[in-house]
């Protein structure tokens, strides 16, 4: 593969090649050996040590169907390391040099074999656990070149031998999955260099995209208009709305101002950005339909590959994620129209998210991508102790590499525990895909004219050949199809949203009882065991959230928690409450898939909404800029906030308040949104039992997501500055460009 990346070496790769201890330990050994080893003592089966936090909540007595057949194989499990402590300290500071502008080791990135030899565990402690591993009937495949995560495969049996939890199958609301049912166990003698196992479930991450809401607002008359055939991406009947408008890539150029950057010649070209996805697409030649629609044929460079890296089995065409796939595909390429856009993705396993496996790769090989972008999340208690550590590794590794991490960060308010839901059960928690210090958290906006009832101020009435009609800037509102969004509480005439007299406790609001909204919020779960289903920061068990990174502190407006917060950045991401989605080409015919013809006109195309179209996006943006500063960027938050912090000052800068819509400076790299709120409804105590958390229900069903369960603190609301709403806001994309190497002036 052809990244661009200022470093180059010819190592071959060695993820997912089945090999020996023998064959790695030389290669890690050049320069580890002076790292400390920490298996100091006999490995004994009869000492062993619980590994806390690595159990779904929904493993549990009630869902248990019983025991997995014992010859049950499970392919490609993970098991985390991890490095000593002065080795960790090392490559903190080693990353903190390499983005301080007139530090020697600014942007000095490292290989992945650098990475392993200068910050891995010692190979004597790899090679002893291997040999435990092994001593239990596992198969080995790979030991990663940093070091860091050991591939292996094996039984139900095997797995149950080696780390004394069982594989059980489980019922979880009506549907087939297997899981451990205890913590794992391990050798005491092994704690000091093992995480845990990654995953032992095949519970799924979801894609970070929403079909159509059930209902919308119409602009004109602020009166609730339900909509058909909603589900799913497929596009509902609309045509009683006369404002409703698509968005498509001309609007997005218009709108973020990527046009004077494309006319300076500032296109992708010679820069590739990966889409990290568990399955092909439907059909490339709908990434080609998307482009010639929408007039990026132009531009001449683009191409588009699926690759499945390492050597890993290639997943084919997955229902459902199929659409995501493709999605993530023509978004990347909407905002960098000459990049190269490829497709990484491996089979899913029993127990392992194929986009896991397809990232590890590809961060382990001698030239690693400039950018990804991932469009898929869990929460952080759901992904357990070491789901997280893997992820915050993996990213780690990346950000030392010069490799940009884009991750969605969901499409559920502050209630990331319950993606997909009607209403939030598990209080306020945030995706642990998005939430480590190393990666870009992209959050959701939608556009403010309907709510302001200024549609005709914004959009042309007829489209241009590329069927763009954004006519500006548009003023932006956080994204939010919720019952719990004041904004639509109020438009339809209701006070507040909570209470009996409240707009989700009533029939109109029905039709907005949804958690679809942009996420954001507080880490509260990047460590330790969350104690029972909902992770809350009051009452969470051992839980504990990610500290807080160097480039939030001080930042107008993002509290002092002493944790990270995300999201960083926002796009459009909504879908339809105020008439405003996304179309894209996705012909798949299997029913229920939300897939649709790409014929004709576009609006009659596969429609939805989300942060998975926000995340390419900003991804695309990013190639954007490597291109013009001409080398990788890393992560790119150090810029963002610095660049945020000289804009906003320690009061905000008003003439960049996104309510100004067309008349906002000229000047601005990202638009404050400052008005509405990402908050979702929930069901308070006293209807479930495991409500115990963040709801504030004084009466009525369904309540609010709120940070207290006593009083109405929304979860979250948009303000001057950064916010758990929208984080530093929304992209002018050509200020950002010309900009962003005075971030440190």
């Known amino acids: 593969m052809n990244w661009i990346h200022p470093r180059r070496c010819t190592v071959p790769s060695l993820f997912f090649l089945a090999t020996t201890m023998t064959a790695i330990a030389p290669a890690l050994a050049q320069s580890a050996t002076s790292a400390q080893v920490l298996v100091t003592s006999p490995v004994l089966e009869s000492k062993l040590l619980t590994l806390r936090g690595n159990l779904r909540p929904e493993a549990n007595a009630q869902n248990d169907r019983g025991a997995v057949s014992g010859d049950l194989v499970l392919e490609h499990m993970l098991l985390q390391l991890k490095r000593p402590a002065d080795r960790q300290a090392a490559l903190t500071e080693k990353i903190n040099a390499q983005y301080k502008p007139g530090s020697p080791d600014f942007h000095e990135w490292l290989t992945a074999d650098e990475f392993g030899q200068q910050y891995g565990p010692n190979p004597a402690d790899i090679a002893a656990v291997t040999e435990w591993l092994r001593g239990h009937g596992l198969q080995v495949n790979n030991v990663a070149k940093s070091g860091m995560v050991i591939d292996f495969s094996g039984t139900a049996d095997q797995v149950k031998s080696a780390f004394h939890t069982e594989i059980h199958t489980l019922n979880a609301g009506g549907i087939k999955h297997i899981s451990n049912m205890q913590d794992p166990q391990i050798p005491a003698a092994l704690a000091g260099v093992v995480v845990g196992i990654t995953s032992l479930s095949d519970f799924r991450p979801k894609a970070a995209n929403k079909g159509i809401t059930r209902a919308r607002i119409d602009g004109a008359s602020k009166a609730v208009v339900p909509q058909t055939a909603a589900a799913n991406g497929v596009k509902p009947d609309l045509t009683v709305n006369s404002d409703t408008q698509i968005v498509v890539p001309d609007d997005l150029h218009t709108v973020y101002n990527f046009e004077p950057v494309y006319k300076n010649g500032i296109t992708g070209e010679g820069q590739t950005v990966v889409v990290i996805e568990d399955t092909n697409v439907y059909s490339t030649g709908d990434w080609e339909v998307f482009r010639s629609t929408f007039g990026l044929t132009k531009y001449t460079h683009a191409s588009f590959k699926q690759v499945h890296p390492g050597g890993c089995t290639d997943p ?10 493709i999605l993530d595909a023509e978004y990347a390429t909407a905002a ?6 490829v497709l990484a993705s491996c089979a899913n396993t029993q127990t392992t998210f194929g986009g896991l496996l397809a990232l590890q790769s590809l961060i382990n090989e001698p030239l690693p991508p400039a950018i990804v972008s991932i469009s898929y999340g869990d929460c952080e208690a759901g ?17 030392s590499e010069g490799v940009s991490v884009f991750v969605a960060a969901g499409d559920e308010g502050a209630a990331s525990c319950d993606a997909g839901a009607e209403f939030a059960l598990a209080g306020i928690a945030v995706s642990g895909y998005a939430s480590t210090a190393y990666n870009v958290a992209v959050g959701g906006t939608d556009f403010g004219d309907s709510f302001a ?38 438009a339809v005439g209701y006070n507040v949203p909570y209470g009996n007299d409240g707009f989700c406790n009533s029939t109109e609001g029905e039709l907005f009882l949804t958690t679809a909204s942009g996420s954001g919020g507080p880490s509260n779960c990047g460590y330790g065991d969350a104690s029972r289903i909902m992770p809350s920061p009051a009452d969470s068990g051992t839980c504990r959230g990610y500290s807080k990174p160097s480039y939030q502190t001080g930042m107008l407006g993002n509290p002092k928690d002493g944790v990270r917060d995300i999201p960083d950045v926002s796009l459009f991401a909504a879908n339809g409450a105020w008439g405003h989605y996304y179309v894209f080409c996705y012909s798949q015919p299997a029913q229920g898939t939300g897939g649709a013809p790409c014929t004709g006109d576009p609006s009659t195309w596969s429609s939805a909404g989300g942060t998975s179209f926000a995340s390419p996006i900003v991804a695309g943006i990013q190639a954007l800029v490597n291109q013009s500063t001409g080398t990788p960027q890393g992560n790119p938050n150090y810029v963002y906030y610095a660049l945020a912090k000289q804009e906003f000052g320690g009061t905000g800068k008003s003439s960049c308040n996104s309510t100004l819509g067309n008349a906002i400076d000229a000047s601005c790299t990202f638009n404050d949104v400052t008005e509405g709120d990402m908050d979702v409804d929930c069901i308070g105590a006293g209807i479930t039992s495991f409500a115990l958390y963040n709801c504030y229900r004084p009466s009525g069903r369904f309540g609010v997501l709120s940070v207290s369960s006593t009083a109405y603190e929304k979860a979250y609301n948009s303000k001057t500055g950064w916010d758990f709403a929208t984080g530093i806001g929304t992209l002018n994309v050509n200020n950002l460009v010309s900009n962003w190497n005075k971030a440190f002036e």
């Open 383 to 399: 992904l357990g102790a070491a789901g997280n550590a893997t992820f915050n590794e993996a990213y780690q590794q990346a950000a």
């Open 453 to 490: 009832g200024t549609n005709a101020q914004y959009w042309k009435k007829n489209d241009n050949s590329t069927f763009g009609s954004a006519k500006s800037y548009i003023p932006e509102i956080p994204w939010n199809s919720s019952c719990a969004s004041t904004l639509i509480a109020n």
């Open 336 to 341: 960098a129209p000459n990049a190269k856009i």
């Open 316 to 325: 084919g065409d997955v229902l459902g994620d199929d659409g995501e796939a």
